[in-house]
């Protein structure tokens, strides 16, 4: 059985049982079910469930449960610790089963959604979405001390402070105020700033913004003036202050929102000293890779031949889609020649015995690939077209776009979508030139600040309403990874590093990337 089908039929099992399996604990059953190759029936799962219904009450079960209760089951609870295996270093997250956190700001606290999700949401969930991302900026706006209210010295607070008001607060307040909204544009060439108070007209013209791309739906602060014909006029804006990753974690140090699992300090600190040790580990990362190219085929057999020989072969290699040269929409016709495609690649990897024995492959799709739609999170590839090639690599991976990775403690994202065009196109004013020129840099800093991948207008790129929170990067992860079809390029900000691999088939760029030590290096053939 392949990797990708015994951890679906484990989900299942505990799912039907009424547990939420996190990763870290999947990948401990699936170390424990590596030990019983001959049980094709999974009696051994079902046994571990069975002790599991007896001691455990939550219906969230984590790693420690899990291998307290497998080293119960081994006879081995006085057995001394084993070093740690691939499968607890390297967690593949797909994005439909990335946990979801709504904020309560009566109790200033995040609680965990435990129902399922539906695709097709109600209407609610369309508004829900707007509310959600206004609220988790909105918390991590009320810890920046630039923004914050003084605790004691009102009369700091009425003129000296940027203190946020509300948008409705602006009818009987006159001077200038700090306001932080949703852009939107409610009527045709008129733009607004709502927050959950009220809307306001405003009017940009004049504003002074920092680096970023200002869209619709993105959220910013505005400092202005109510004129008299009912317009805020804005003179300065910006993006909400990024927060330091340790202080985000710190203040919510109990809400596993990366989906990795939650840790103890003790096994934070352990993975820590494991993850630099991994001096050695390589991840290959490669952007439009067109299977029905044979140019492109070549190129990619060079990728995997010089790999083939290194001291070290990459423990993962990264292949993003599109897969395809040209869209796989209702009039592609062409899927059966598609499907023989992905088997002869399963079979070029095939012949590199290193790779395909060491090295794990994870595909990922991009925007024009097979799938029910365009929206996003976008499921991974039909079992149909990549049925043959997981047959013959055991380790190949197929996952969501976006997706997440967890190496030890390092948290990677991996996003395909031609972002950085869409946004420079929806943009509503002009980017500011004064800190960089550099569009990558925008996209860059558009991104983190708005804790959130895809800051589009919903009309420009349509998500499922109810998973809008697996686009979140909340907190900032270590890495992120956008494939782009412009220019290979990286950018290192605010403790995150972020690069795009480049466009593969029409570039010959791919990246090499060390979580180790964060080092990027750009390659191309």
């Known amino acids: 059985m392949s990797s990708t089908s015994q951890r679906k039929k484990i989900q299942k ?21 590596d030990q019983f190759p001959d049980d094709a029936d999974g009696e051994a799962i079902d046994l571990l469930l069975d002790n599991l219904q007896e001691s455990h009450e939550s219906s969230t079960v984590d790693a420690e449960s899990v291998r307290e209760l497998i080293n119960r089951l081994l006879g081995a609870h ?37 129902k399922s999700l539906p695709i097709h949401g109600e209407a609610y969930a ?31 607070s009425q003129f000296e402070s940027n203190e946020i008001s509300s948008i409705q607060s602006l009818i009987s307040q006159r001077g200038r105020k700090w ?24 009017d940009l013209s004049k504003a002074k913004i920092t680096t970023g791309f200002f869209t619709e739906n993105t959220i910013i602060l505005a400092e202005g003036e109510m004129q008299v014909n009912g317009i805020f ?68 057999e060079t990728v995997l031949d010089g790999f083939e ?16 040269s040209r869209p796989c929409n209702l009039a592609f016709g062409s899927y059966s020649s598609l499907r023989e495609q992905f088997g002869k690649l399963g079979r070029m990897i095939g012949n590199h015995p290193r790779l395909k024995e060491s090295s794990r492959f994870l595909f990922i799709p991009g925007p024009d690939d097979a799938g029910p739609s365009t929206v996003l ?33 390092q948290e990677i994202v991996f996003f395909r979508q031609d972002l950085l065009y869409r946004m420079r196109r929806s943009c509503l004013v002009t980017p500011s030139s004064e800190e960089t020129k550099d569009p990558f840099k925008h996209l860059v800093y558009t991104i983190t600040h708005q804790s959130h991948l895809c800051p589009l207008p919903l009309m420009v790129q349509p998500i499922i309403w109810n998973y809008d929170h697996s686009l979140r990067l909340y907190p900032t992860p270590h890495t992120i990874v956008l494939g782009d079809k412009s220019e290979q390029e990286v950018c290192k900000f605010g403790g995150t590093t972020c690069f795009n691999p480049g466009c ?13 030590t964060q080092e990027v290096e750009l390659s191309a053939l």
């Not at 020989?309 to 395809?324: A, D, K, Q």
Request: hydrophobic fraction near 40%; charge should be negative.
């Open 504 to 516: 593969f088939s029409t570039d010959s760029t791919f990246v090499a990337y060390r979580p180790s």
């Open 126 to 156: 369309k508004t829900a979405l707007y509310r959600e991302r206004f609220m988790l900026l909105s918390q991590r706006v009320s810890r920046a001390e630039h923004f914050s209210r003084p605790a004691f010295d009102a009369e700091m």
């Open 233 to 300: 006029q804005v003179i300065t804006c910006g993006f909400p202050p990024l927060e330091d990753r340790d202080k985000t974690l710190k203040t919510h140090s109990e809400c596993d929102f990366f989906g990795g699992g939650t840790q103890t300090k003790e096994e934070t600190i352990r993975l820590a000293d494991l993850e630099r040790q991994a001096v050695n580990d390589t991840f290959v990362i490669l952007s439009d890779i067109w299977l029905d190219n044979e140019e492109v085929i070549g190129k990619l």
């Open 78 to 114: 006085n057995a001394p610790e084993e070093p740690t295996t691939s499968a607890s270093s390297l967690a593949v997250i797909d994005a439909f089963l990335v946990p979801k956190f709504g904020y309560d700001a009566v109790k200033k606290k995040f609680n965990e959604h435990t």
């Open 309 to 324: 020989n290194v001291e070290t072969v990459p423990s993962l290699f990264v292949f993003m889609g599109n897969f395809c």
């Open 377 to 409: 999170p976008r499921c991974a590839l039909p079992n149909y077209l990549t049925e043959e090639l997981q047959n013959i690599i055991p380790n190949a991976i197929f996952s969501s776009n976006p997706c997440r990775v967890k190496f030890y403690n």
């Open 13 to 33: 099992k505990f799912k039907n049982r009424g547990y939420n399996l996190k990763f870290d604990a999947l990948d401990e059953i699936l170390v424990f079910a």
């Open 179 to 202: 306001v932080m909204g949703v852009i939107s544009q409610l009527e045709d060439g008129h733009f607004y700033l709502e927050d959950l108070s009220a809307s306001v007209e405003i």
